[in-house]
Each structure stands twice: as C-alpha cells, then as structure tokens.
C-alpha cells in the first residue's frame, strides 16, 4: 500500500507566500509520478488547510500510512514541538492509521548540492 505525503509549511499572512507552497507540492504530485497515494499540504498556523484538517482529507480518502515531511529548514520549536504535537493528536485520534514524521528539509544531504545548483543557475542566467 501506497503512503500519502502530507507538506507541512509554517503558513503565511501573505497569500502569495502560501500559494507558492500549494504551488510547490502541485510541482512535488508531478515529480512524485505516482509514488504517493495522495499528495497535499498544510500549515502550521496563518491559513488552511491546518496540519489536523489535512490529516483528516488524507485520511478521509483512504490514507492508511501518511508521512508529513516539515517544509523547514532548521530544527525551531515548530519542528520540535509544534508539529510532533499535531501529530500526536491525530494519531491519538485515528490510532490505526500509521503517521510518521520525516526529517525536516534542512537536515536533507542534497541541501548544500542544492543551493550551489541555484547558485550557478543564477549566475547562468546573470551571464545571459
């Protein structure tokens, strides 16, 4: 069976800022190529879907095992206690469903690979 992903951003007043993350895990849902039931995001607070209501569409459509991979790049409180505590009440909630939390994204070894490709894109296209 198949996990569904659940993209855990912090959330934003600005609209635009929390477009680019629904944006982004619409960009992740192609890249995945089907590697995941279901794809969504949430947010930690400022706008919805919240971390518990898309825990709940997940599941409501049949999400058995979901992974919420934090969309931060250091280990804050909000990755620290913030969202493991969300969690924990959704588990408590639906206790056969299995929910894990994935390594948040600055702890990923292809982050300084990353930012060097950035880096040299832009001066690529400075150059242009």
Not at 38 to 45: H, T
Not at 73 to 101: F, N, S, T, Y
Request: hydrophobic share 45%.
């Amino acid at each position: 069976m198949k996990k569904s992903l659940l993209l855990v951003a912090h959330g934003s007043r600005r609209q635009a800022s929390n477009d680019e993350v629904r944006a982004l895990t619409e960009r992740v849902r192609v890249e995945a190529n089907e590697r995941y039931a279901a794809i969504e995001c949430a947010f930690l607070e400022l706008a919805e879907p919240s971390i518990p209501d898309g825990l709940e569409q997940l599941i409501d459509n049949g999400a058995a095992q979901i992974t919420v991979l934090p969309y931060f790049l250091a280990a804050g409180r909000h990755v620290i206690e913030d969202i493991p505590e969300e969690v924990a009440v959704a588990q408590e909630k639906h206790p056969d469903i299995h929910i894990e939390i994935a390594p948040y994204l600055g702890t990923s070894e292809t982050m300084p690979k990353l930012l060097l490709t950035m880096l040299a894109d832009s001066a690529t296209a400075d150059a242009d």
